[in-house]
T-cell receptor, first 110, second 112 residues
């Protein structure tokens, strides 16, 4: 069974710092990797996707993928209190079915 | 572009009652997912449709849950009868095809 592991946190960082969120996955055949943000009581919102090894940047967000280590991460630069949420990692294989981790709770304090 | 529409937003029912959820995906998205998210956990796939065909329903408790997708567009998810452990957020998502999922607002179900 495919597994996606995330530290549940909470991860607490001061405003303006870099938040680093990590995810590991068990299926070596995984092809696509996604990060979602979920505010309390709301549904997940797609914020980043990455398909190839290396880094992908979008504004304050950088996704990093290392397929050899089966590891994907999300960096949030200049963290703001509005970034406080749960961040879900999702992984798909050839069937394009996203398997989600349990999420990491991020708290950005002023 | 209109997003994924779901209804109702909230539902409270007694155990052993029935409930149905409705989803209208983003126009043109062939793939539709239903997920169950229990508080504090990640979303768990219940069923995936590709157009109006089922791709994966291996984690759908078929003795009480059913789902259909009419004409490859709207979908309904039904629970009959509900159990206390079914209390969760039920999320519908659609995808243009490579696994990126766009979620509706979800239905918060409470079974008492």
């Amino acid at each position: 069974q495919k597994e996606v592991e995330q530290n549940s946190g909470p991860l607490s960082v001061p405003e303006g710092a870099i938040a680093s969120l990590n995810c590991t996955y068990s299926d070596r055949g995984s092809q696509s990797f996604f990060w979602y943000r979920q505010y309390s009581g709301k549904s997940p919102e797609l914020i980043m996707f990455i398909y190839s090894n290396g880094d992908k940047e979008d504004g304050r967000f950088t996704a990093q993928l290392n397929k050899a280590s089966q590891y994907v991460s999300l960096l949030i630069r200049d963290s703001q209190p509005s970034d406080s949420a749960t961040y879900l990692c999702a992984v798909t294989g050839g069937s394009y079915i996203p398997t989600f981790g349990r999420g990491t709770s991020l708290i950005v304090h002023p | 572009e209109a997003g994924v529409a779901q209804s109702p937003r909230y539902k409270i029912i007694e155990k052993r009652q029935s409930v149905a959820f409705w989803c209208n995906p983003i126009s043109g998205h062939a793939t539709l997912y239903w997920y169950q998210q229990i508080l504090g956990q990640g979303p768990k796939l219940l069923i995936q449709f590709q157009n109006n065909g089922v791709v994966d329903d291996s984690q759908l408790p078929k003795d009480r849950f059913s789902a259909e997708r009419l004409k490859g567009v709207d979908s309904t998810l039904k629970i009959q009868p509900a159990e206390l452990g079914d209390s969760a957020m039920y999320l519908c998502a659609s995808s243009p095809g490579e696994g990126e999922a766009f979620f509706g607002q979800g239905t918060r179900l409470t079974v008492v």
